[in-house]
């Protein structure tokens, strides 16, 4: 059986209605059919079969999707044919009123599909589709009209839909398609499928009622039933002139059904009424009105890019281009042109070199020289910056011009290609001028990669990355294709296009040079052609320009440095953790299935579930959106305060999740060349501002459980240093006694008070000195806890008490701290009506969920508008140290440097008599990156490894 997705992939790739077309076809005129198409009833059953799919902003999508596949796939199809959908419109129809109670049982539209229709609406019209809505009928007899005006003058009319009732419509001239299902139904196609022709499928619904329409039909006629009557005898009419002849029928209960017919004659014809499509509806236009127009590109561009139908707009743009083209060359008619360039940003003209000689390369040199800035982009042997290796630098200095040097292409002769080396050299000067400006995409990479070749990139003025993510880190991904469909309007060349995917996939320096040059000129003109788009963009709000100066540009080189400069790791002990990990891993999982009575796979949520819910009868606390109970973190969590297998889980899985992710993985990172473990920091991903790092993932390290600190043990110092962690305390704390201005908060950091047993003393009424470990605990709960919009149920789960007693909680919370209180409700209104917060430095987060109609969405919004100000302000006050302790160690002439970035923490690697000169230098540095209204603390030490510098 085929699944789902299965299924949709045959509605968007099968070709069968060219052969319903063929038989349709075989009379001598080749007439093209009318296209009904029933948009509701596709909108419904797309909405429930797809998997739900949503924009970056939440915005769902699945529904609208689905039905554009099979539009799209209607047009390819009938290139010529007249289509038109039809949709129910909002409000009543004529049958409310001929029974209140028709389709009273279904439950209110949900919001995820409710907006969806409008972009879809859109999208329909903007495809050139005429879309009819007509205000006190349904979408089935609207199609009803139209098929049977089309019908009466010897139109041939397909209505594609997957709705049973839309059989009594079938004649000689009218058939149906259900592209979902891939099934087609003439009047054969009727008989063989209900076993009564077209002419007796009203009477059919109208004797066996309909569930899902509330259409009440005769009580105890079945479709069963239904159907011998029909059969037996004819039509609802016949019927009721022959309920003698009822009884000699051949059918279960045949002796009780005229009793049943006769009492419930009203009630039959009233369903007969209700199934019935209506004919003969208003309309503002007649059938042979309907034409398939030319699509609106604007339009369908600034659609497909808000839904993010990405390989759909990059079609749409890539056909756009063409015609572009095409019609500067045969000069179409103006008003052609101008509604070209306003569907996407103006296409400037490209001109791109390949340099294989020495005068090029010069005349490029000279126009870098003369240039303020210009834009760079390196190609290289791979993504490891450790281990890349330059094949060639490409350049551009104005929009639309760019040259490629290629040097280290392998499979061209020496004289076809300059010399790496000697192109290099000549370029360095400029490369490391720092009063001539550069614009990259991502420039920490070249920057790795350059250093590499002994280059020190100098001199940055942009990157493409930062100022989008600086301009709005939600909007789209950051990468330089995504920047460019968004901002330029433009699909750029990928590198899977020219190189494959997967294990055959070539690096750069085998690609052929024809490609590979336009590839590489094109990432430098588009990288300085995003600069011209997004830098203006950046200046013109708020203060944006200077957290891109002050903070993120100026990061890029230091993140550089830190990333090349490495951590030691001791490998040996690592081995050890591992194989003590794998020993508990293996006695959990033989612990686990003596608990089960029987062995599972404990990694797989299929057979968890299975153990957990079916067979051990736990309650079910949550289900996946497909209906399985859920397995995940939080619910075992939560089981595991009354079960023991699911504390048995959490701990297999922590353990498994360790032993993958570091005890394992770590050693095989490590560097040949140094020796040392090199992650890689990103400053373009989270939404908030904080920097993250993968391969390895540094962020992720337990720091309150023994075998988190065990593999921080093995994160040491070269012989005759030391590692030193200085971290910020309760920052986040800090800045919300800031921001909320609250006096209690303010006085309680002041004066140097434990925040959390100062909470636990304001919350229960108590002397400082008489709060319990246990209080201050509750105490530190609601202190973080409420900076992440924690509810009273999430409170009393953490806290493992009544959730009343948790609302008490928090209500003597805001009663003794006034100010956070009033804080959380100026920021959430400020919030929706601005649709964004600001960091004290200046930057901002979009909520575009903070007016949603979906309740979860919008509460989720309203969660992140309260905390997004505290995390942001806390990375930028850490991006800020960041550079002000780098400014000090290079003036400090100590032997020490910065070698990671954790959360609030900032560790060093520093000679050992050098300790105590370095945590005073950095503790003021830190400590003064801002200036807030109660004092920032940091707290330093120093120890072999880094569990020991805590």
Known sequence: MLSTTANINILTQTNFLPYIWNSLMQSASAQLPLILVDGSSYLYRAFHALPPLETSKGQPTGAIKGVLNMLRSLIKTYPNSPIAVVFDAKGGTFRDELYAEYKAQRPPMPDDLRSQIEPLHASVKALGLPLLCIEGVEADDVIGTLARQAAAQGQKVIISTGDKDM??????????????????????????KYGIGPELIIDFLALMGDKSDNIPGVPGVGEKTALALLQGIGSMDDLYANLEKIADLKFRGSKTTAKKLEENRDQAYLSYQLATIKLDCELPLKWHELHLNEPDTAALIELYNELEFKAWLRDLLDKNTSDSSEQSTTEKQPEAKEAKEAAVPETVATHYEIIFKQDDLDKWVKKLQDAKCFALDTETTSLNYMQAEIVGISFAVTAGEAAYVPFSHNYLDAPKQLNREAVLAQLKPLLEDP???KIGQNLKYDMSVLANHGIHLKGITADTMLESYVLNSTATRHDMDS???????????????????????LTFDQLEIDSAGFYAAEDADITLQLHQALSPQVKAIGRLQEVLDELETPLVSLLSKIERQGVKIDVPLL???SQEMARRILELEEEAHEIAGKPFNLSSPKQLAEILFTEQKLPILKKTPKGAPSTAEAILEELALDFPLPKLIMEYRGLSKLRNTYTDKLPQLVEQRTGRVHTSYHQAVTATGRLSSSDPNLQNIPIRNEEGRRIRQAFIAESGYLLVAADYSQIELRIMAHLSGDKGLLT?????????RATAAEVFGLQLDKVTNDQRRSAKAINFGLIYGMSA?????????????????????????????????????????????ETLFGRRLYLPEINSRN?????????????????????????????AVDKWLEASKLDARIIMQVHDELVFEVKEDQVEALIAGITPCMENAAKLDVPLLVEAASGKNWDEAH
Do not use: W
Request: aromatic share 8%; net charge positive.
């Open 793 to 837: 149920y999430g409170l009393s789960r953490q806290l493992h008490i009544d959730p009343g007693q948790a609302k008490l909680y928090i209500e003597k919370y805001f009663e003794r701290y006034p100010g956070v209180r009033r804080y959380m409700d100026e920021t959430r209104s400020s919030a929706a009506e601005l649709g964004y917060v």
């Open 167 to 192: 059989a009594q419509l079938v004649c000689d001239k009218v058939s149906l398609v259900n592209t979902m299902t891939n099934t087609f139904m003439d009047v054969a196609g009727v008989k063989e």
């Open 483 to 505: 920047l460019a469909l968004k901002y330029l309007g433009r699909s750029t060349v990928s590198f899977e296009e020219l190189a494959g995917k997967g294990a055959k996939q």
């Open 855 to 883: 309740f979860n969405q919008r509460q989720g919004a309203e969660r992140t508008a309260i905390n997004a100000p505290m995390q942001g302000t806390a990375a930028d006050i850490m991006k800020a140290a960041m550079l």
């Open 575 to 577: 081995q050890l953790h």
């Open 748 to 756: 309680a950091f002041a004066e140097g008070k434990d925040i959390h």
């Open 435 to 437: 009063k001539l400006g």
